[in-house]
């Protein structure tokens, strides 16, 4: 059973830092891949950043600069870290995971199965 533990959210200050993790639980093998996603009030899911299972670690523009993604020691870590964030930074945050997602869909809800109850960061200006 997999399963996506995320912790890290809360409120903080325009320009501040978070680090958010993901603990995951339950892989099979190394096939998995594993991203971060948002999803603030009234829009829709959007993807932040990857840890694709060949290795890449695929980013999105929209958060190049001031979010990396990394992975622990353990290889079931999944960090976030966001600095310089921005009240449209606010949102719940996810990580999700599944097995042989293609790289050039690594950015796609629908091509994950497993999703973490999410953890909510507020950013206020």
């Known amino acids: 059973q997999i399963q996506l533990v995320e912790s890290g959210g809360a409120s903080v200050q325009s320009g501040g830092s978070l680090r958010l993790s993901c603990a995951a639980s339950g892989f099979s093998d190394t096939k998995y891949s594993v991203a971060w996603f948002r999803q603030a009030p009234g829009k829709e899911r959007e993807a932040l950043a990857g840890?694709?299972?060949?290795?890449?670690?695929p980013i999105m523009p929209r958060v190049t600069g001031r979010f990396t993604i990394s992975q622990g020691g353990d290889k079931n870590t999944f960090y976030l870290d966001m600095s310089g964030l921005e009240p449209g930074d606010t949102a719940m945050y996810y990580c999700a995971a599944d097995r042989d997602v293609l790289l050039q869909y690594w950015h796609e809800p629908t091509k994950y199965y497993y999703w973490g109850q999410g953890t909510l960061v507020i950013v206020s200006s």
């Open positions: 840890v694709h299972q060949a290795g890449w670690k």
